[in-house]
């Protein structure tokens, strides 16, 4: 099981840039991918999840502005990223488990495979 993920960069506060997640290993209709988050000094915390059925789930701080989605012919999930915030400054991770399926746990330590994390800063 591998996940790449990418897109993060420098934003402006307002910016909309998109993440994706490229997995290999398993369909994404297996099993749910969530992304995470890490702010310098900050605990990890999870954003937002897709599980193998399509259910979507968001973190209260990014719900309607942020939006999972998941093209399954490429095998890659999205996370657009709209009405960016300093706050939303992290590394962000992409993340999967055999035992996260139709649920997605929020814990990160719940998860056993990580993409990279690719690094958005949101400053002007």
């Known amino acids: 099981v591998q996940l790449q993920a990418s897109g993060g960069g420098l934003v402006q506060p307002g910016g909309s840039p998109r993440l994706s997640c490229a997995v290999s290993?398993?369909?994404?209709?297996?099993?749910?991918i969530g992304w995470f988050r890490q702010a310098p000094g900050k605990e990890r915390e999870g954003v937002s999840c897709?599980?193998?059925?399509?259910?979507?789930y968001y973190a209260d701080s990014v719900k309607g502005r942020f939006t999972i989605s998941r093209d399954n012919a490429k095998n890659t999930v999205y996370l657009q990223m709209n009405s960016l915030k300093p706050e939303d400054t992290g590394v962000y991770y992409c993340?999967?488990?055999?035992?996260?399926?139709?649920?997605?746990?929020?814990?990160?330590?719940?998860?056993?495979?990580w993409g990279q994390g690719t690094q958005v800063t949101v400053s002007s």
């Open positions: 290993g398993f369909y994404l209709d297996y099993y749910a």
């Open positions: 897709i599980t193998s059925d399509g259910s979507t």
């Open positions: 993340a999967t488990d055999r035992t996260q399926s139709t649920w997605c746990d929020p814990a990160y330590y719940k998860y056993s495979y």
